[in-house]
């Protein structure tokens, strides 16, 4: 299938906004198959920085299903354990997609001594 930018548009509008996987995306009748959409991103730049945004979006999509998620367990709708998998897997999955927004914040505090001695080359003892 040769490029479809009506379809290229899908996939990255479901992608953004449903948080669903390519592979649940093409399953749909008439969606290319997962190597022509790798093959799109490989050889047509717009797509790839379409594509890109769209998995950045997914990881504002994954945030706010977690509230959604904690409610159904207020809700009983499901288990604690259940909503934990849940939430985990979208806050894995949001902090891989936008580290800078999401991710766990890594500090490292260093604590130390140092010391500099200077040499003076000009003066040299033979």
């Known amino acids: 299938m040769a490029f479809d930018q009506a ?3 899908e996939i990255c509008s479901q992608i953004a906004e449903r948080a669903v996987s390519l592979d649940a995306i093409l399953s749909a009748p008439g969606m ?3 190597t022509q959409v790798y093959g799109w991103l490989r050889d047509n730049p717009s797509f ?3 594509y890109t945004r769209a998995r950045e979006s ?3 999509t994954d945030a706010d299903e977690i509230a959604n998620i904690r409610q159904r367990v207020v809700d009983g709708d499901l288990t604690p354990e259940q909503g934990r998998v849940a939430i985990d897997s ?3 999955s949001a902090g891989k997609r936008s580290p ?3 991710g766990d914040k890594v500090q490292h505090d260093v604590d130390g001594k ?3 001695t200077l040499v003076d080359a000009t003066k040299r003892e033979d």
Request: glycine share 0%.
């Open 100 to 102: 800078k927004k999401y």
């Open 58 to 60: 997914q990881a504002d």
């Open 90 to 92: 979208l806050k894995w």
């Open 32 to 34: 290319p198959k997962k």
């Open 48 to 50: 790839a920085e379409n």
């Open 114 to 116: 140092l010391e500099i």
């Open 7 to 9: 379809k290229a548009d």
